[in-house]
Antibody
Framework: QLHLQESGPGLVKPSETLALTCTVS??????????WGWIRQPPGMGLEWIGS???????YQNPSLRSRVIISADTSKNQLSLKLRSVTAADTAVYFC???????????????WGQGTLVTVSS | QSALTQPPSASGSPGQSVTISCTGT?????????ISWYQQHPGKAPKLMIF???KRPSGVPDRFSGSKSGNTASLTISGLQADDEADYYC??????????FGTGTKVTVL
């Protein structure tokens, strides 16, 4: 059974770079044609798609975050990576990773999800 | 890219039905049949309930159903149960290789 687990610092200072890892077990991120996504949820608020990466390495980002987001994959470690530059308090959120089913990006849905990790931006 | 519009809350008694709407534009909900719905209990990760407008993943009860008309998608929960009390989010593929989520609806079982 596929399992995803997010990890990284729980506290990041304003203007610095948020860096998270999503470790995948029970399957390989390089095998099959899957997309893998990052989604965040500010405390008490709704979900926001951050971006996605395909097994080939192609990436897609939320237009509102594109200039600050880098998504990558390390197939040797079976891990996904998210970096968000120049963070502010507005980036405080629970960050989730998820596999995206479907044959193409447009057709995909998010399932399963990791448990999420809270990142607080504060000095 | 604006969030899809959902009612903040919905409620029903056990055994009743509740329908949640999800309104977007022709650039997302209206333009694609790639709508998914997620259930989120407090402190938990979202769980996929519906994909491609009306398809249910294995293990999701048939009490959950989805539909779409124009720029509005809907999720109906029939035969409400106590465990259905949760937040529900819709999601749609949108123009230019992106995704947008709904604002979320809190379902209360009275």
């Amino acid at each position: 059974q596929l399992h995803l687990q997010e990890s990284g610092p729980g506290l990041v200072k304003p203007s610095e770079t948020l860096a998270l890892t999503c470790t995948v077990s029970g399957g390989f991120i390089s095998s099959s044609s899957y997309y893998w996504g990052w989604i965040r949820q500010p405390p008490g608020m709704g979900l926001e798609w951050i971006g996605s990466i395909y097994s080939s390495g192609s990436t897609y980002q939320n237009p509102s975050l594109r200039s600050r987001v880098i998504i990558s994959a390390d197939t040797s470690k079976n891990q996904l990576s998210l970096k968000l530059r120049s963070v502010t308090a507005a980036d405080t959120a629970v960050y989730f990773c998820a596999r995206q089913g479907g044959q193409q990006l447009a057709e995909s849905w998010f399932d399963p999800w990791g448990q999420g990790t809270l990142v607080t931006v504060s000095s | 890219q604006s969030a899809l519009t959902q009612p903040p809350s919905a409620s029903g008694s056990p055994g009743q039905s509740v329908t949640i709407s999800c309104t977007g534009t022709s650039g997302d909900v209206g333009g694609y049949n790639y709508i998914s719905w997620y259930q989120q209990h407090p402190g938990k990760a979202p769980k996929l309930m519906i994909f491609e407008v009306r398809k249910r993943p294995s293990g999701v009860p048939d009490r959950f159903s989805g539909s779409k008309s124009g720029n509005t998608a809907s999720l109906t929960i029939s035969g409400l149960q106590a465990d259905d009390e949760a937040d529900y989010y819709c999601s749609s593929y949108a123009n230019r290789n992106s995704f947008v989520f709904g604002t979320g609806t809190k379902v209360t079982v009275l």
